[in-house]
């Protein structure tokens, strides 16, 4: 059964104050890992793709990194419009069904 | 690109009635959508997957009586809350799927926030 394991499941940072989320899975097959941004209310937004260890990926101040245990998204100088749960999924074996970890809750504070 | 709506994006109802809600893609065919639930501070749970054409697939524990899923066109799938009782009250989000060379990758719609009475 494919795990995944975010860490910490809280986070609080003052703006330009830079750290990483914690990604750790175990999954059958990995076909890819996939990092969400969801807001209060929203529905989850698609942030990234990450399909073989050594991958890397930016988008404006986050950059996700994989590795064959598991994923970091790093947020270089947050503002405090990055404030959101993060989330992480796998997608593994034949299965295109996700499974998500439980998030990481970012605060960041002006 | 890759935009899902849903619809209505609230819905308050009384005991015992029964709660459509509407997923569309908006610019691209999905052969499969996806219906989560989620409840506060919590992940999301998948319910069942909802391919074009033949019946949806259920979870383990999902009732398929309860929860029913019809997904008519490649773009629109619906799920009926039937019979719905104080505990069905939930974040209720869908997804569509974009088949990709590698891995496929789900788009979200904003959800619907079910409050029964």
């Known amino acids: 059964e494919d795990q995944v394991t975010q860490s910490p499941e809280a986070l609080r940072l003052q703006e330009g104050e830079s750290s990483s989320l914690n990604c750790s899975y175990t999954v059958s097959g990995l076909r890819g890992l996939f990092w969400y941004r969801q807001d209060p209310g929203k529905g989850p937004e698609f942030l990234f793709t990450?399909?073989?260890a050594g991958e890397e990926k930016e988008k404006e101040r986050l950059k996700a990194t994989l590795t064959k245990k598991e994923s970091f998204l790093h947020i270089t100088a947050p503002k405090p419009e990055d404030s959101a749960t993060y989330l992480c999924a796998v997608q593994g074996g034949s299965n295109y069904k996700l499974t998500f970890g439980k998030g990481t809750l970012l605060t960041v504070n002006p | 690109g890759a935009v899902v709506s849903q619809h209505p994006s609230r819905v308050i109802c009384k005991s015992g009635t029964s709660v459509k809600i509407e997923c569309r893609s908006l610019?691209?065919?999905?052969?499969?959508m996806f219906w989560y639930r989620q409840f506060p501070k919590k992940s999301l749970m998948l319910m069942a997957t909802s391919n074009e054409g033949s019946k949806a697939t259920y979870e383990q524990g999902v009732e398929k009586d309860k929860f029913l899923i019809n997904h008519a066109s490649l773009t629109l799938s619906t799920l009926t809350v039937t019979s719905a009782h104080p505990e069905d009250s939930s974040f209720y989000i869908c997804?569509?799927?974009?088949?990709?060379?590698?891995?496929?990758?789900?788009?979200f719609g904003p959800g619907t926030r079910l409050t029964v009475l």
């Open positions: 990450l399909y073989s």
């Open positions: 997804s569509a799927r974009v088949q990709g060379g590698t891995a496929d990758t789900q788009y």
């Open positions: 610019d691209f065919q999905a052969t499969t």
